[in-house]
């Protein structure tokens, strides 16, 4: 799958923008804050129906603007698809494929599956449980549909429950209310735990193995899921744990509370890893993902490389560029600061590949092959 052209009107920094891309890799050059990373993640958005960066819509609408737009045509399957996604200020957003519109943009999210890499992922290292579960719940529902709709229904069902422990005093409270929802609860966490389980297992083989290779193979790495239910069934769990609950009010078990750590020779990367170890996990994460995704939706996602090198040494520049230069991976975006680095890397692969002049939110194209 790729990437024809993009139009993008009024999303964030870029006024007004039309890029034709090339099949393989397309590089963007330019001074900090020109609208590199506003690009890639509007190619992002046109997939995901939300940016990778911004947490809300409002963010991500140009300042002083009341409409964004964005329109991509691409090739999948060697069928031309054409996405379109409107925003208007103060009403909901819109996403047609071939001039029909969604119902549901659920519908829309990993039909054209993208990877991103950038530097806000050191959140997953340095962030709470709560960031890595929202990124293992953004790969899983790029490739399985009823799963988003499955963890919202947990999450609903969890907050029924808390309020229940909230508002009951000791004297009325009821275990019948809690017993019954713990019922539905225990499904949906059984059903979400084994999905998520599944994933890490195929997660692990494939991180090792892009790890040593962008690395050259020192370290041994791994991800290990941390969850109550890996020792105990949900019903039971719910059961064991009632009266803590009551007493703390809230609950205190279940797949909400589930974790992926991180590990390097069986340390938490956090607290040993190098700045660098830390990106090259990080980025063998990514590639695995990417795996992932393209062995179950049968098609090869976009892959999104922002400011990848910073902290990576030339060894490891070189071996990720060969790596995803090669006929395993799809069309790539990269982008950069340093334009002879990004040519000295380019000029040894043998793929095609287009480099634009990014200045002020224009994009120029000033080289391809
Ligand atoms: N909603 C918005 N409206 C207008 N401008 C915005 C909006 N959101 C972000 N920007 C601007 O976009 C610019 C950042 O652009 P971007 O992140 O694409 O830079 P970049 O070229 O990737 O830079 P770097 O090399 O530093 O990563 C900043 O100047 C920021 O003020």
Sequence with gaps: MYLDNLSVINFKSLTQVEVQF??????????????????????????????????????????????????????RNNTEENIYCGLKKGEGKVFKRNGKEYERLADHIGFLPVVMVSPIDGEL?????????????????????VYLDEVIRYNRLLS?????????????????LIEAIDIQLSEYAAVIHS?????????????????????GGQ??????????????????????????DRVLQYTSVGIHRDDIVLLIDDYPIRTVGSQ???????????????????????????????????KLDANRVHQLIDLVANDGFGQIFITDTNKHRL??????????YRFFNVE?????????K
């Design 195 to 215: 999905k998520r389980k599944a994933f890490v297992e195929q997660l692990i083989g494939i991180l090792q193995d892009y790890y040593n290779k962008v690395s």
């Design 276 to 310: 660098g170890q830390q990106k090259t996990f990080l980025i063998a994460l990514k590639l695995a993902q990417f795996d992932f995704i393209a062995k179950v939706s049968g098609i090869k996602p976009i892959l999104l490389l922002d400011d990848i090198f910073d």
């Design 22 to 75: 090339d099949t393989k890799i397309n590089c963007f050059v330019g001074n900090n804050g020109q609208g590199k990373t506003n690009l890639l993640d509007a190619i992002y958005y046109l997939s995901m129906c939300k940016s990778y960066i911004s947490s809300t819509d409002s963010q991500v609408l140009k300042h002083g603007e009341d409409f964004f737009v964005l329109q991509g045509k691409y090739n």
């Design 125 to 145: 290292v340095e962030g709470s449980g709560e960031q890595r579960r929202k990124y293992v719940n953004g790969v899983i529902s790029q490739i399985d549909k």
């Design 160 to 176: 029924q429950r808390n309020s229940l422990l909230k508002t009951y005093s000791k004297a009325n409270f009821s275990y019948d």
């Design 219 to 244: 370290e041994r790495v791994s991800i290990r899921y941390k969850s109550h239910l890996n020792d105990s069934s949900p019903d039971e769990l719910f059961k064991n744990n009632i009266e803590r």
């Design 360 to 368: 002020n939110g224009n994009f120029e194209l000033v080289e391809s």
């Design 343 to 352: 040519e000295e890397v380019l000029g040894k692969v043998s793929s095609g």
